[in-house]
């Protein structure tokens, strides 16, 4: 019976992995429901779901499903503690908190971009996730953890990829690392740098810089030539003087 299990688990995730991305280490969401029916069962969820899924995993919940827990006081204390060993994933609700299960179902919203497990026993909450394209679903049966199938509307949207209606979300992300890899992607910011680079320096500085070479040209010139004058100046006056001493 367990290995027929397994069989299903590895099937079904399979499907998972190959038409939505989902990887290890595999982010499983709880809610209290989840956390209570493990705690019924006694089921030993950090040793039990790595082996059921044969990966590493992460057991996860949101602050929501905390404060949820709290309020509902001592009939799901044991619940809690196994959720508050879980890891934080932040959510939107920080300000204004909501129900356990309406704040996980929107953790997996706009296709499950992080590919988030759902764990829970709520009935409505299931159905809900059912409705949205390429989130796996587990819940506990007779004691035991169950990966569920993938939904129909799962596979819907899997074979309208398959017939080029739909691209994937996990597909978009793949498109458009190899555009930004090859360059055909462009940063509207790299394109301002670029224009400023080519854009030339102000053509009326220009001028004025050269009326200022020619300036120091002619004045060096100038220069020069008032020094040969007063040499020429010099020698003649030699000249003169060796002239009258010799007379």
Excluded: W
């Excluded at 019924?40 to 995993?57: A, H, S, V």
């Excluded at 030339?200 to 004025?208: E, F």
């Amino acid at each position: 019976m367990k290995i027929t299990r397994q069989k299903h688990a590895k099937k079904n995730l399979g499907f998972f992995r190959n038409n939505f991305g989902v990887r290890e280490p595999y982010q499983i969401l709880l809610d209290g429901t989840f956390c209570q029916a493990a705690l019924r069962g006694r089921i030993q969820l950090r040793e039990q779901l790595p082996r059921y899924l044969m990966g590493e995993t992460q057991l996860c919940t949101t602050r929501c499903v905390l404060k949820e827990l709290e309020t509902l006081g001592k009939d799901l204390y044991g619940a809690k503690l196994i959720a508050q060993k879980c890891q934080i994933r932040n959510c939107s609700h920080l300000k204004n908190g909501v129900s356990g299960s309406e704040c996980l179902l929107s953790m997996v919203e706009e296709g499950n971009p992080h590919h988030y497990f759902v764990a829970s026993q709520d009935q409505n909450l299931s159905m809900k996730v059912k409705k949205k394209p390429g989130v796996p679903l587990m819940f506990i049966i007779q004691n035991t953890i169950v990966l569920d199938k993938p939904s129909p509307k799962t596979i819907a949207f899997v074979k309208a990829v398959e017939s080029g209606q739909l691209v994937s979300v996990h597909e978009q992300e793949s498109i458009r690392q190899l555009k930004e890899e090859q360059g055909l992607v462009k940063n509207p910011e790299r394109r301002r740098k670029k224009r400023k680079k080519i854009s030339g320096p102000n053509p009326l500085s220009c001028l004025k810089k050269k009326k200022k070479a020619q300036d120091t040209k002619s004045s060096a010139s100038e220069k020069k030539r008032k020094r040969k004058r007063i040499r020429n100046r010099s020698t003649s006056k030699v000249l003169s003087v060796k002239q009258n001493a010799e007379g």
